[in-house]
């Protein structure tokens, strides 16, 4: 066998390793996420003036976030117009302890909180129009 089949096979290896190794990472990335539907917000209600009865979209950003601005906001807006449900529209840089406490490490994200005060979903990455209708019903 030549050096190069070998380096040929041995590149090919490796970036498969490197898919399984994404693959997997994404998901249990989304397990972990999926632990917090149903939790109660408790302190997160009076902090953020949540109200019983009320859905609410608790959407973290920062201003240097394109995605934010030109896509999730936007969509944002559109739900609180058709749907009439509450946007709090959260600094993600001071609100870090939020953040660490549902596992988010990126902008945009949103946590969908149902009238119930629970949880309904996290979102991490851009949460497009139709993914969050189907979250609110």
Not at 43 to 50: E, F, I, S, V
Not at 59 to 87: D, K, M, N
Request: aromatic residues 6%; hydrophobic residues 45%.
């Amino acid at each position: 066998m030549s050096d190069e089949l070998v380096r040929l096979i041995l590149a090919a290896g490796i970036a498969a390793l490197m898919v399984v190794a994404v693959v997997v990472g994404r998901r249990l990335y989304a397990r972990l996420l999926s632990r917090h539907t149903g939790a109660a917000v408790g302190d997160l209600a009076d902090r953020y003036g949540l109200q019983p009865g009320e859905t609410t979209v608790l959407y973290f950003w920062t201003e240097r976030c394109a995605q934010c601005v030109q896509l999730q906001e936007p969509a944002l807006e559109q739900l609180a117009g058709e749907r009439g449900v509450s946007i709090r529209k959260l600094h993600a840089p001071k609100e870090s302890d939020v953040l660490n406490r549902f596992n988010i490490a990126t902008v945009p994200s949103t946590i969908v909180v149902g009238p119930d005060l629970r949880v309904r979903k996290v979102n991490v990455g851009f949460a497009d129009q139709e993914t969050l209708q189907q979250q609110l019903a």
